[in-house]
């Protein structure tokens, strides 16, 4: 089975504007987390998404936004970029909900630079 | 703050020593899983144990969980360069969002 697939692996923006970065899972998983990744604040959640809905959201403002589509593919959305956005995006995938029973297999990364 | 805090931040050590990762975490976990993570990538996962084991093999790891001390440690046996990397814990904790917290990491250096 195909990985975890994350586009675009790159990404320059300036301040104020907004990016849309996709995710594919593995085939045949249905939940989706997103997680930023920097090096003052660590690995940190963002959303989670299953069928769909979001599931769990973590605690980020309002400009980080996401969705899921009904093959599961996932983006998420910032907007109106703060340099502080500039982080590496990771997205997860995993097979079933409650998705605490289950590992989740990453891909990697879209590292998005704001400038 | 972090749930997990991982100890030592970083480690250095020659190829074939054996190399041990500390995690601590704060509230109660439904499970604690070990990833790695090659610079900048994405993460790979390597172990997951519930809050019910105490212990668990996977090849050359063996990861502990004390849920009394709210603690975890790695373990990797006959280490290669190829485990250079950063190792991290995260915890699936009970209350609250059902998220992975991580720990900050443990950057691992392997010496030829």
């Known amino acids: 089975k195909a990985g975890v697939t994350q586009t675009p692996r790159y990404l320059i923006k300036t301040r104020g504007q907004q990016v849309t970065l996709s995710c594919s899972p593995i085939?045949?998983?249905?939940?989706v987390s997103w997680y930023q990744q920097t090096p003052g604040q660590g690995l940190q959640f963002l959303f989670e998404?299953?069928?769909?809905?979001?599931?769990n959201k973590g605690n980020f403002p309002g400009r980080f936004s996401g969705r899921q589509f009904s093959n599961s593919r996932s983006e998420m959305n910032v907007s109106t970029l703060e340099l502080g956005d500039s982080a590496l995006y990771l997205c997860?995938?995993?097979?079933?909900?409650?998705?605490?029973?289950?590992?989740?297999?990453f891909g990697p990364g879209t590292r998005l630079l704001v400038l | 703050s972090q749930q997990g805090e991982e100890d030592p931040q970083a480690l250095s050590i020659q190829e074939g020593e054996n190399a041990t990762m500390n995690c601590s975490y704060k509230?109660?976990?439904?499970?604690l899983q070990w990833y790695r993570q090659n610079s900048g990538r994405g993460l790979v996962h390597l172990i997951l144990?519930?809050?019910?084991?105490r212990e668990k093999h996977s090849g050359r790891l063996r990861v502990t969980l004390d849920t009394s001390k709210k603690s975890s440690s790695l373990l990797i046996t006959a280490s290669r360069a190829a485990d250079t990397a950063s190792y991290f814990c995260?915890?699936?904790?009970?209350?609250?969002?059902?998220?992975?917290?991580f720990g900050q990491g443990t950057r691992l250096t392997i010496n030829p």
């Open positions: 085939s045949g998983h249905r939940s």
């Open positions: 144990i519930r809050s019910n084991e």
């Open positions: 997860a995938s995993s097979l079933t909900q409650p998705v605490y029973q289950e590992t989740q297999y």
């Open positions: 998404y299953f069928s769909e809905t979001q599931r």
């Open positions: 509230t109660s976990i439904n499970n």
């Open positions: 995260a915890t699936r904790i009970i209350q609250g969002a059902q998220k992975l917290v």
